[in-house]
T-cell receptor
Framework: KQEVTQIPAALSVPEGENLVLNCSFT??????LQWFRQDPGKGLTSLLL?????REQTSGRLNASLDKSSGRSTLYIAASQPGDSATYLC???????????FGKGMKLTVNP | NAGVTQTPKFQVLKTGQSMTLQCAQD?????MSWYRQDPGMGLRLIHY???????DQGEVPNGYNVSRSTTEDFPLRLLSAAPSQTSVYFC????????????FGQGTRLTVV
């Protein structure tokens, strides 16, 4: 069974820290991996999408990397701000399957 | 720039009632899916569709029906609501499950009493 793990489930940090969020998956036959943020009571907002042929993607203060051999993706947030407080989820798709697999998310709180 | 639109945003049902959650996208995406999100359970796939006329079951399909008569619309029907179906429901779409970026609606918060 395909599984995605995000550890820890919650993280609280002071403003300004550089953060690393982890996403681990069980199958290396990954097609792509996507990171989302979800604000309370809202839907999921796409942050970054990495295809299996890529090693990383960048958008502003966000950088996502993909290491298929170790079954891990990392979302790096530079100079965290209170506005970054949200739940961050990752999902991956596997070649040969039409089902997207989501992690349970990591709740981030950035304190002023 | 509508993206994925879900209606209604909130709904309260009595046990045994039926209803349809609406989902529409204007991006000409072939792949659409429905999820429910419950505390501690993450997102669980209910049903998905890879194109008009083609649907399939996900992880938790019992109690739900779907159909896909057009590319744009993918409604989710609750046949006889139960308290266990109290949840937040999300619809998502993408060009394909493999190659595309997935876009989500804002969700429908359903309470069954």
């Amino acid at each position: 069974k395909q599984e995605v793990t995000q550890i820890p489930a919650a993280l609280s940090v002071p403003e300004g820290e550089n953060l690393v969020l982890n996403c681990s998956f069980t199958d290396s036959a990954i097609y792509n991996l996507q990171w989302f943020r979800q604000d309370p009571g809202k839907g999921l907002t796409s942050l970054l999408l990495i295809q299996s042929s890529q090693r990383e993607q960048t958008s502003g203060r966000l950088n996502a990397s993909l290491d298929k051999s170790s079954g891990r993706s990392t979302l790096y947030i530079a100079a965290s701000q209170p506005g970054d407080s949200a739940t961050y989820l990752c999902r991956y798709s596997q070649g040969g399957s039409e089902k997207l697999v989501f992690g349970k998310g990591m709740k981030l709180t950035v304190n002023p | 720039n509508a993206g994925v639109t879900q209606t209604p945003k909130f709904q309260v049902l009595k046990t045994g009632q039926s209803m349809t959650l609406q989902c529409a996208q204007d991006m000409n995406h072939e792949y659409m899916s429905w999820y429910r999100q419950d505390p501690g359970m993450g997102l669980r796939l209910i049903h998905y569709s890879v194109g008009a006329g083609i649907t399939d079951q996900g992880e938790v399909p019992n109690g739900y029906n779907v159909s896909r008569s057009t590319t744009e619309d993918f409604p989710l029907r609750l046949l006889s609501a139960a308290p266990s179906q109290t949840s937040v429901y999300f619809c998502a779409s993408s060009y394909s499950p493999l190659a595309g970026e997935a876009f989500f609606g804002q969700g429908t918060r359903l309470t069954v009493v």
